[in-house]
């Protein structure tokens, strides 16, 4: 069945660097755009990132745009969240999603924490 | 940013009775290829979100049909027919049409 798992989440400080991955499985994955979704107590739900297929269009929430970069790997059908300059507020958890505006699969997210 | 406002942030429910949650959009939801990509999610305690409607009224594989969504322009509402102990949760309504896409706080649905 349609599966991503996520992992790289953990405790970082603040201005440190953090690489999320999330492998997918049960669909043909390098036809689909691939979103990272974060969730916090106080702002909720967040769309920070999507990738189409080929990695030919990106996009970035503004919150995260300049320090996180989505990349993917389509034979590895993996795709990935660099963060960087990390900021106490980007303490969430990360969830990877599939199909860019429908969102129709989560994965069971991967927790980030940024505190000193 | 599309703000999107869910009423109410609360909605204490009786088991067997119909609930139902409004989601307003800050801008109309047509997208150039016509479409209303208005989507509402289910999360419930310790789970991820779990889409149970798109393009405004359309019910995902395996959602009970008690479910159902509706709206037009700016005003979208999902509705319980009757609530039974597995819709308790957080639900969310999304817009995807204008980026960055956008959530609404979310409508927490317990029993009273």
């Known amino acids: 069945q349609v599966q991503l798992v996520e992992s790289g989440g953990g405790l970082v400080k603040p201005g440190g660097s953090l690489r999320l991955s999330c492998a997918a499985s049960?669909?043909?994955?390098?036809?689909?755009?691939m979103n990272w979704i974060r969730q916090t107590p106080g702002k909720g739900l967040e769309w920070i990132s999507y990738?189409?297929?080929?990695?030919?269009?990106?996009n970035y929430a503004d919150s995260v745009k300049g320090r996180f970069t989505i990349s993917r790997d389509n034979a590895k059908k993996s795709v990935y969240l660099q963060m960087n300059s990390l900021r106490a507020e980007d303490t969430a958890v990360y969830y990877c999603v599939r199909v860019a505006r429908l969102a129709d699969v989560w994965g069971q997210g991967t927790t980030v924490t940024v505190s000193s | 940013d599309v703000v999107m406002t869910q009423s109410p942030l609360s909605l204490p429910v009786t088991l067997g009775q119909p609930a139902s949650i409004s989601c307003r959009s800050s801008q109309t939801l047509v997208y150039s290829d016509g479409r209303i990509y208005l989507n509402w999610f289910q999360q419930r305690p310790g789970q991820s979100p779990r889409r149970l409607i798109y393009w405004v009224s359309h019910r995902d594989s395996g959602v009970p049909d008690r479910f159902s969504g509706s709206g037009s322009g700016t005003d979208f509402t999902l509705e319980i027919s009757r609530v039974e102990a597995e819709d308790l949760g957080v639900y969310y309504c999304m817009q995807g049409t204008h980026w960055p896409w956008t959530f609404g706080q979310g409508t927490k649905v317990e029993v009273q």
């Open positions: 049960g669909f043909p994955f390098s036809g689909q755009y």
């Open positions: 990738i189409n297929g080929d990695s030919a269009d990106t």
